[in-house]
């Protein structure tokens, strides 16, 4: 069983993290034999990374979740008693950020009690107050076991997921785009009207169509790029809000 990690960011800003006293020190990498130069400038990146700090030192599985964190700040999507699910959920940060936030553990009392869900292909160590799945969402029938495990339809869909980078821009920027409209469609099948969907794209001109799909399904789809995002990425969240549904039976 693994450690049960903490549930939410706490401050620490003891003489540890606040930085007041002490130098400001830049964490620098040699490039060790066999190590490519672009992977010790991302070791060095990482090292240096405030929010790779922070994560470590409130808890969370890795810095992306204060990208969710930081979304939900704008938009509240994550209310008690929501229904989540979380594609491509792997190491689980996003899940870990959803917890509290939903009530999943109940333990605002008088408040709903809300359910997250985090799928992905790769085995996950368990999160407590989320019910994680090793699935392929885009296997036949996923959403229908989706569905099941709910117990209905999802209030809010959500995707972190990128494509293995081929190393060719453009062609990891059409990846993700893809992914995306995948993960989109799979929304649709599952989310609840008036529900929200937000995923990760990457800026470049294929995400036209998207955002032209997203448009005709959803009452707002906005753009947004969270401070947690490395100013040097092209990534940015698409945050579509008020799904007007398929116009389907419920008991399809």
């Known amino acids: 069983m693994a450690k049960k990690p903490t549930s939410g960011p706490k401050s620490r800003a003891g003489k540890n993290s606040s930085g007041r006293g002490q130098r400001d020190l830049t964490v620098k990498v040699k490039t060790a034999r066999g190590r490519k130069m672009s992977s010790t400038k991302w070791l060095q990146r990482q090292l240096n990374d405030p929010y790779v700090q922070r994560a470590k030192a409130d808890g969370y599985r890795g810095r992306a979740a204060y990208k969710i964190l930081e979304l939900n700040e704008k938009f509240h999507f994550f209310t008690p008693g929501k229904r989540v699910v979380d594609l491509g959920a792997a190491p689980g940060g996003w899940c870990q950020v959803a917890v509290p936030r939903i009530n999943a553990l ?50 809010v869909v959500m995707s972190d997921m990128a494509a293995s980078a081929s190393g060719h821009k453009q062609t990891d920027h059409l990846r993700i785009i893809a992914l995306c409209e995948a993960a989109a469609y799979f929304a649709f099948d599952v989310l609840e009207e008036g529900g929200v969907f937000i995923a990760k794209v990457l800026a470049g001109g294929a995400e036209g169509d998207l955002q032209k799909i997203l448009k005709q399904k959803f009452n707002k789809v906005l753009n947004v790029k969270p401070p947690s995002s490395r100013s040097d990425s092209s990534e940015k969240f698409v945050v579509a809000i008020g799904y007007r549904g398929n116009g389907e039976d419920e008991d399809e």
């Open 106 to 155: 109940g333990e605002k009392a008088g408040k709903p009690v809300g359910t997250i869900l985090g799928v992905d292909l790769q085995e996950m160590e368990p999160i407590a107050g989320a019910t994680l799945h090793q699935l392929d969402f885009m296997e036949d029938d996923a959403d229908v076991k989706v569905k099941e495990w709910l117990g209905g339809r999802a209030d």
